[in-house]
């Protein structure tokens, strides 16, 4: 029976697809975005996470600690992430409840149970499921089996993905999704790899394939000051898809909500200045996709 690592399940949600949501958000990542708000789905692996402004320094994790993976320097609870084993008995003596470990594991089966707890608000705004990351496709022999658990109780699914993975699981699972949330962050592939890790040819050629599927795609752009948010940028990225099977275009300002996490994983932020866009330039760029006939929204 595959399993899944899960960080978090996000009820009544609007923002991941039509009517009332509950988003899934798994475990691991291919790509390394410079701007990710979440890092504690990157890793493929569990990951302790520690909120430093909870913790009072009791030291019961430090005693708790059967490998002594955790030690205090300079008035910090430090964990030696070689020797951390994620039993998580220091989660459970940490009596702030300053310390988590990122990373659940779930059966298809019983995260259809979970699902299933919002059933009546997608009967009533005609909303569903919606599988995001980190990157769902890495855990790919799960996805299967869990919408095809889905398609036989007709729950609407949607999957939020980066493109990047074989085709071929694309395409296996076409009958079962009923919208793509497709991520495209940056045409030019050299500033893909500068920003993103990985080129971008996979991606776009997924896209392409997707669309000639007749795959129900909604386009999300992350848009971002000083990377890709110029008009130059944006129109070649309707060049681009003006060919493709798309309608709907979802405009992402970035925000630093996230960074505060990179900290409490014990991570550095980018050293890359990252600015959110200002209104009146995103709605220049609503404009231009609006002027090719598309329906766009700011945010989502």
Same mark, same amino acid.
């Given at each position: 029976?595959?399993?899944? *690592?899960?960080?978090?399940?996000?009820?009544?949600?609007?923002?991941?697809?039509?009517?009332?949501?509950?988003?899934?958000?798994?475990?691991?990542?291919?790509?390394?975005?410079?701007?990710?708000?979440?890092?504690?789905?990157?890793?493929? /692996?569990?990951?302790?996470?520690?909120?430093?402004?909870?913790?009072?320094?009791?030291?019961?994790? *430090?005693?708790?600690?059967?490998?002594?993976?955790?030690?205090?320097?300079?008035?910090?609870?430090?964990?030696?992430? /070689?020797?951390?084993?994620?039993?998580?008995?220091?989660?459970?003596?940490?009596? /702030?409840?300053?310390?988590? #470990?990122?990373?659940?594991?779930?059966?298809? !089966?019983?995260?259809?149970?979970?699902?299933?707890?919002?059933?009546?608000?997608?009967?009533?705004?005609?909303?569903?499921?919606?599988?995001?990351?980190?990157?769902?496709?890495? &855990? +790919? !022999?799960?996805?299967? !089996? +869990?919408?095809?658990?889905?398609?036989? !109780?007709?729950?609407?699914?949607?999957?939020?993905?980066?493109?990047?993975?074989? +085709?071929?699981?694309?395409?296996?699972?076409?009958?079962?999704?009923?919208?793509?949330l497709y991520d495209l962050k940056i045409l030019d592939? @050299?500033?893909?790899?500068?920003?993103?890790?990985?080129?971008?040819?996979? @991606?776009?050629?997924? *896209?392409?394939?997707?669309?000639?599927?007749?795959?129900? @795609?909604?386009?999300?752009?992350?848009?971002?000051?000083?990377?890709?948010?110029? #008009?130059? &940028?944006?129109?070649?990225?309707?060049?681009?898809?003006?060919?493709?099977? #798309?309608?709907?275009? /979802?405009?992402?300002?970035?925000?630093?909500?996230?960074?505060?996490?990179?900290?409490?994983?014990?991570?550095?932020?980018?050293?890359?200045? *990252?600015?959110?866009?200002?209104?009146?330039?995103?709605?220049?760029?609503?404009?231009?996709?609006?002027?090719?006939?598309?329906?766009? &929204? #700011?945010?989502?």
């Amino acid at each position: 029976m595959s399993r899944a *690592l899960i960080t978090n399940i996000q009820r009544c949600s609007t923002k991941d697809g039509p009517g009332i949501r509950t988003t899934v958000f798994f475990k691991g990542c291919p790509l390394r975005c410079v701007w990710c708000h979440n890092p504690e789905t990157q890793s493929y /692996n569990k990951e302790i996470i520690q909120n430093n402004e909870k913790c009072i320094l009791c030291k019961k994790c *430090l005693l708790a600690c059967p490998n002594d993976a955790i030690s205090v320097h300079n008035n910090t609870i430090c964990t030696d992430l /070689n020797k951390c084993i994620k039993c998580g008995r220091c989660v459970e003596y940490c009596v /702030n409840n300053a310390r988590d #470990i990122v990373g659940e594991e779930y059966t298809p !089966e019983e995260l259809l149970i979970e699902i299933k707890k919002d059933e009546m608000f997608y009967e009533e705004s005609g909303g569903g499921v919606t599988l995001s990351g980190g990157e769902v496709m890495s &855990q +790919f !022999e799960f996805i299967k !089996e +869990f919408l095809v658990l889905c398609y036989k !109780e007709k729950i609407s699914v949607a999957i939020d993905t980066c493109g990047y993975c074989d +085709f071929h699981k694309y395409e296996s699972i076409l009958k079962y999704v009923d919208l793509f949330l497709y991520d495209l962050k940056i045409l030019d592939s @050299i500033l893909h790899k500068k920003y993103i890790g990985k080129t971008n040819d996979i @991606i776009l050629g997924n *896209l392409k394939r997707l669309s000639e599927a007749h795959a129900n @795609i909604n386009l999300r752009l992350p848009i971002i000051e000083g990377i890709n948010a110029d #008009i130059c &940028q944006i129109e070649e990225i309707i060049k681009f898809i003006k060919p493709l099977n #798309i309608i709907k275009i /979802n405009l992402l300002p970035y925000h630093d909500i996230g960074v505060y996490k990179y900290f409490n994983l014990n991570r550095k932020y980018t050293n890359i200045k *990252l600015e959110k866009p200002n209104d009146e330039l995103m709605r220049k760029i609503k404009l231009c996709f609006e002027k090719e006939g598309y329906d766009v &929204q #700011i945010g989502g």
